[in-house]
Protein backbone atom coordinates (compact mmCIF):
# COMPACT_ATOMS: atom_id res chain seq x y z
CA UNK A 1 0.00 0.00 0.00
CA UNK A 2 1.25 3.47 -1.17
CA UNK A 3 1.64 6.12 1.19
CA UNK A 4 -0.87 9.03 -0.05
CA UNK A 5 0.24 12.68 -0.82
CA UNK A 6 -0.68 15.36 1.78
CA UNK A 7 -3.89 16.78 -0.87
CA UNK A 8 -5.43 13.27 -0.82
CA UNK A 9 -4.57 12.01 2.85
CA UNK A 10 -6.74 15.37 3.68
CA UNK A 11 -9.52 14.31 1.23
CA UNK A 12 -9.33 10.82 2.11
CA UNK A 13 -7.93 10.44 5.39
CA UNK A 14 -9.10 13.32 7.23
CA UNK A 15 -12.29 14.20 5.08
CA UNK A 16 -11.99 17.52 4.22
CA UNK A 17 -12.32 19.13 1.13
CA UNK A 18 -9.30 19.78 -1.22
CA UNK A 19 -10.53 23.61 -1.56
CA UNK A 20 -8.40 23.75 2.02
CA UNK A 21 -5.18 22.73 0.38
CA UNK A 22 -3.26 25.25 -0.95
CA UNK A 23 0.12 25.29 -3.14
CA UNK A 24 3.67 25.23 -1.48
CA UNK A 25 3.62 26.90 2.17
CA UNK A 26 0.31 29.47 1.23
CA UNK A 27 -1.85 27.42 3.77
CA UNK A 28 0.96 29.00 6.73
CA UNK A 29 1.52 31.99 8.20
CA UNK A 30 3.95 34.54 7.76
CA UNK A 31 5.83 34.22 10.85
CA UNK A 32 5.51 30.49 10.60
CA UNK A 33 6.44 30.51 7.10
CA UNK A 34 9.84 31.97 7.65
CA UNK A 35 10.56 29.51 10.19
CA UNK A 36 10.85 26.65 7.46
CA UNK A 37 12.71 25.98 4.56
CA UNK A 38 13.41 23.12 2.24
CA UNK A 39 16.77 21.20 1.92
CA UNK A 40 18.44 21.67 -1.04
CA UNK A 41 17.22 19.75 -4.20
CA UNK A 42 13.92 19.79 -2.04
CA UNK A 43 10.42 21.96 -2.39
CA UNK A 44 7.12 22.90 -0.61
CA UNK A 45 4.32 21.53 -3.03
CA UNK A 46 1.11 21.74 -0.54
CA UNK A 47 0.25 22.58 3.00
CA UNK A 48 -2.87 22.78 5.05
CA UNK A 49 -4.04 24.65 8.13
CA UNK A 50 -5.27 22.03 9.69
CA UNK A 51 -6.28 23.63 12.96
CA UNK A 52 -8.65 26.31 10.64
CA UNK A 53 -10.36 23.91 8.62
CA UNK A 54 -11.34 21.98 12.05
CA UNK A 55 -11.60 24.70 14.39
CA UNK A 56 -16.00 24.18 14.01
CA UNK A 57 -16.00 20.39 13.83
CA UNK A 58 -13.45 19.95 16.85
CA UNK A 59 -14.03 23.85 18.69
CA UNK A 60 -12.81 22.06 21.82
CA UNK A 61 -10.36 19.97 21.08
CA UNK A 62 -5.91 20.29 20.48
CA UNK A 63 -5.67 20.53 16.86
CA UNK A 64 -2.52 20.35 15.48
CA UNK A 65 -1.72 23.09 13.33
CA UNK A 66 -0.22 22.95 9.72
CA UNK A 67 0.31 19.36 7.26
CA UNK A 68 3.14 20.27 4.11
CA UNK A 69 4.06 18.10 1.46
CA UNK A 70 7.68 18.44 0.24
CA UNK A 71 8.68 17.34 -2.52
CA UNK A 72 12.72 16.14 -3.81
CA UNK A 73 14.94 14.56 -6.20
CA UNK A 74 13.34 11.42 -8.08
CA UNK A 75 9.85 12.01 -7.58
CA UNK A 76 10.37 11.81 -3.39
CA UNK A 77 7.64 12.93 -1.52
CA UNK A 78 7.47 13.41 2.51
CA UNK A 79 4.20 14.27 4.15
CA UNK A 80 5.31 16.59 7.27
CA UNK A 81 3.29 17.77 10.23
CA UNK A 82 3.86 21.30 12.00
CA UNK A 83 2.64 22.98 14.85
CA UNK A 84 4.20 26.23 16.30
CA UNK A 85 3.44 26.48 19.79
CA UNK A 86 5.63 27.99 22.86
CA UNK A 87 8.24 25.44 24.14
CA UNK A 88 7.97 25.70 27.72
CA UNK A 89 7.39 22.99 30.77
CA UNK A 90 4.24 23.79 30.79
CA UNK A 91 2.58 23.14 27.56
CA UNK A 92 4.31 19.50 27.01
CA UNK A 93 1.34 17.79 27.87
CA UNK A 94 -0.83 19.77 25.72
CA UNK A 95 1.64 19.14 22.63
CA UNK A 96 1.62 15.44 23.46
CA UNK A 97 -2.50 15.77 23.67
CA UNK A 98 -2.47 17.35 20.05
CA UNK A 99 0.08 14.64 19.12
CA UNK A 100 -2.66 12.02 19.62
CA UNK A 101 -5.30 14.79 18.32
CA UNK A 102 -3.24 14.14 14.78
CA UNK A 103 -2.99 10.27 15.27
CA UNK A 104 -6.69 10.24 15.72
CA UNK A 105 -7.55 12.25 13.14
CA UNK A 106 -5.58 10.39 10.53
CA UNK A 107 -6.43 6.63 11.97
CA UNK A 108 -9.10 7.17 9.32
CA UNK A 109 -6.91 5.45 6.31
CA UNK A 110 -4.17 3.05 6.57
CA UNK A 111 -2.14 5.27 3.93
CA UNK A 112 -1.89 8.76 5.51
CA UNK A 113 1.63 9.21 7.01
CA UNK A 114 1.48 8.59 10.71
CA UNK A 115 3.31 10.92 13.07
CA UNK A 116 6.41 9.86 14.03
CA UNK A 117 9.82 11.58 15.47
CA UNK A 118 10.90 12.26 11.71
CA UNK A 119 8.10 14.03 10.34
CA UNK A 120 6.45 15.52 13.15
CA UNK A 121 7.90 18.75 13.99
CA UNK A 122 7.23 21.34 17.17
CA UNK A 123 8.59 24.85 16.00
CA UNK A 124 9.46 26.76 19.20
CA UNK A 125 7.45 30.28 18.79
CA UNK A 126 9.58 32.01 21.45
CA UNK A 127 12.73 30.44 23.65
CA UNK A 128 12.53 26.90 24.24
CA UNK A 129 12.34 25.84 28.36
CA UNK A 130 11.53 22.54 29.28
CA UNK A 131 13.05 20.57 32.31
CA UNK A 132 14.27 17.27 31.83
CA UNK A 133 11.18 15.59 33.30
CA UNK A 134 9.23 17.34 30.59
CA UNK A 135 12.17 16.47 28.23
CA UNK A 136 11.68 12.95 28.87
CA UNK A 137 7.77 12.90 28.65
CA UNK A 138 8.77 14.35 25.38
CA UNK A 139 10.54 11.68 24.16
CA UNK A 140 8.46 8.75 25.83
CA UNK A 141 5.16 10.30 23.58
CA UNK A 142 7.62 10.36 20.25
CA UNK A 143 8.12 14.00 19.81
CA UNK A 144 10.87 15.81 19.24
CA UNK A 145 12.91 18.38 21.15
CA UNK A 146 11.21 22.01 19.70
CA UNK A 147 13.40 23.82 17.54
CA UNK A 148 13.06 27.52 16.55
CA UNK A 149 13.79 26.87 12.99
CA UNK A 150 13.11 23.38 10.56
CA UNK A 151 15.00 22.40 7.28
CA UNK A 152 12.61 19.77 5.92
CA UNK A 153 12.16 16.70 5.40
CA UNK A 154 14.87 15.71 7.98
CA UNK A 155 17.57 13.71 6.80
Known amino acids: ?14 GLDCSVVRSG ?23 VDLDGA ?7 ENRWDYGLEVTGPGGKRSVEWVEFHPACSGEVDRMIKKKQWLEAQLARTKVCP ?17 DLTRGRLLNQAGLAWPQKRLRLPLP
Open 1 to 14: MSVLGLRECIVRGI
Open 25 to 47: KQALKAACSRALEARNGWRFEAS
Open 54 to 60: LREKHPN
Open 114 to 130: RPAKKNLHWVATGGIAI
